[in-house]
């Protein structure tokens, strides 16, 4: 949410969630600002495709799903 606080007008976010649950709590707090697109799958593999931006620069922060790890 501090991201989405920050974007401006012209901004893109894309957020990513595997966990179900999460997703839909996820997508129900951003789903009327359409400059927010979640997505229900893998943000590590996903994203790449996204690479680079059309706007020439970007930032990827991801936070590792450390249920798949243990």
Known sequence: MIAANLLRKQDRLFLYDLH???YKLL???V???RRIRTLHADGLVDS???LPPKERR???LIDPSYELFR
């Open 20 to 22: 179900s649950t999460e």
């Open 27 to 29: 997508n129900a707090l």
């Open 31 to 33: 789903e009327k600002d």
């Open 48 to 50: 790449l495709g996204l």
């Open 58 to 60: 970007g930032l990827v």
